[in-house]
Every structure is written in structure tokens, then in C-alpha cells.
T-cell receptor, first 111, second 117 residues
């Protein structure tokens, strides 16, 4: 079983719709959860991080965390073609700074 | 700030040759990470340093791989001898603790695309 699992996609949504990206993790002791965006041929860049159960909103992005279900999600409202990228879920455990990345979900936003 | 700097951006070499990848972290960052990204395995952490000291090298695939950080502004990842299965994009990232003592964002360099023929 992979430590951080994501649906590889591609996930295709029309412009203006809500894109929902999901991630599950295996280590119950995980403390910090991150979403990175990676455009084709580029390096990952941080979009959001979340530590506590519940929702965290930042502009069009909302991260959701449910530690009991070991589940993290990212919602993108009013999706734009510029949101088309691969979204990487990353999880960090309680000790150290080792961050485990999921394989990523490819998102396509159709104009 | 110029961000994390990596060199070379592209490297093509033949099997058996030594490859050295270089990284300059963001000034003031005391954590440095080396990752490898392939289509099959995704983004994998190879090793990370704190204050120039290797903390966790459990992701280094085998003895052919070695990493050093001689000072706060420079790190190398060496592969000797290289093999075709080492072909990947290698990223360097750096980070630091925020005022709350929490390590959040990792800033990634542009990566080195390595091809071993």
C-alpha cells in the first residue's frame, strides 16, 4: 500500500466549475498536509497547507482534512484553464521533516 | 531572491559515467531536500539535510548515490556509476522554520533532467 494515494486522473472539468481532488494517507500519526501544484515541465509550488480537521479556505481554494478517515481534499472553485496542472498531495509525519508525496492528479479545465 | 538554483538544467550521459548535480538553496534556509521524479514512481525524497548535516538518507536508492552539503549555500548529489534507470528529473528544495517553529513550505528549484543512455 502506498503511503499517500491519489487518483491519477485526468480529471476534466469545464471552466467555472468546482474541481475536487482527493488524497488518502496511511500513517495515522501524520501531522501536516500540503497541496502542491506542478505545471508540465516545471517544479512543484505550494498552494495550501492544513494541520487541523475541517476546512481551510484561501481564495478559490479550500483544503479539507479528516484525520479520522485519513483523508485530505482540495476544492478549486470557479476553475480556470490556468488551473490545468498536476496537483500533488503531500504528508509529513509527527517526527522530522520527511514529506511523502502522492503521485499527483492531473487536472484539465476546459474553456 | 533568486530562489533555489540547480545546475545543470539538462544532463545527458552514458551508462557508467559519473554524474554530479548541484544545488544552491535560498539564503537563510537551513533545510535542504533532494528529490527524484519519474512517471512511474512520482516524486521521491532521496535525502534531506538540516544545517548541512544529513538527517535522513533512507530514500537514497543504493550506494551509487551520494550527497554532500559542505556549507550552507551548496549541495551536490552524485551518481557513480550512472545507469539508464537513473534517468529522471532531480529536484532540490529548501525550507526553514517559521516564527512559530513550524516547517511549512518547501521551495523547489527548476530541476535537473538527467538522461542516462
Amino acid at each position: 500500500q502506498k503511503e499517500v494515494e491519489q487518483n491519477s486522473g485526468p480529471l476534466s472539468v469545464p471552466e467555472g466549475a468546482i474541481a475536487s481532488l482527493n488524497c488518502t494517507y496511511s500513517d495515522r500519526g501524520s501531522q501536516s498536509f500540503f497541496w502542491y501544484r506542478q505545471y508540465s515541465g516545471k517544479s512543484p509550488e505550494l498552494i495550501m497547507f492544513i494541520y487541523s480537521n475541517g476546512d481551510k479556505e484561501d481564495g478559490r481554494f479550500t483544503a479539507q482534512l479528516n484525520k479520522a478517515s485519513q483523508y485530505v481534499s482540495l476544492l478549486i472553485r470557479d476553475s480556470q484553464p490556468s488551473d490545468s496542472a498536476t496537483y500533488l498531495c503531500a504528508v509529513k509525519g509527527a517526527g522530522g521533516f520527511k514529506t511523502i508525496f502522492g503521485a499527483g492528479t492531473r487536472l484539465f479545465v476546459k474553456a | 531572491d533568486a530562489g533555489v538554483i540547480q545546475s545543470p538544467r539538462h544532463e545527458v550521459t552514458e551508462m557508467g559515467q559519473e554524474v554530479t548535480l548541484r544545488c544552491k538553496p535560498i539564503s537563510g534556509h537551513d533545510y535542504l531536500f533532494w528529490y527524484r521524479q519519474t512517471m512511474m514512481r512520482g516524486l521521491e525524497l532521496l535525502i534531506y539535510f538540516n544545517n548541512n548535516v544529513p538527517i535522513d538518507d533512507s530514500g537514497m536508492p543504493e550506494d551509487r548515490f551520494s550527497a554532500k552539503m559542505p556549507n550552507a549555500s551548496f549541495s551536490t548529489l552524485k551518481i557513480q556509476p550512472s545507469e539508464p534507470r537513473d534517468s529522471a528529473v532531480y529536484f532540490c528544495a529548501s525550507s526553514s522554520l517559521n516564527v512559530a517553529g513550524v516547517n511549512n513550505e518547501q521551495f523547489f528549484g527548476p530541476g535537473t533532467r538527467l538522461t542516462v543512455l
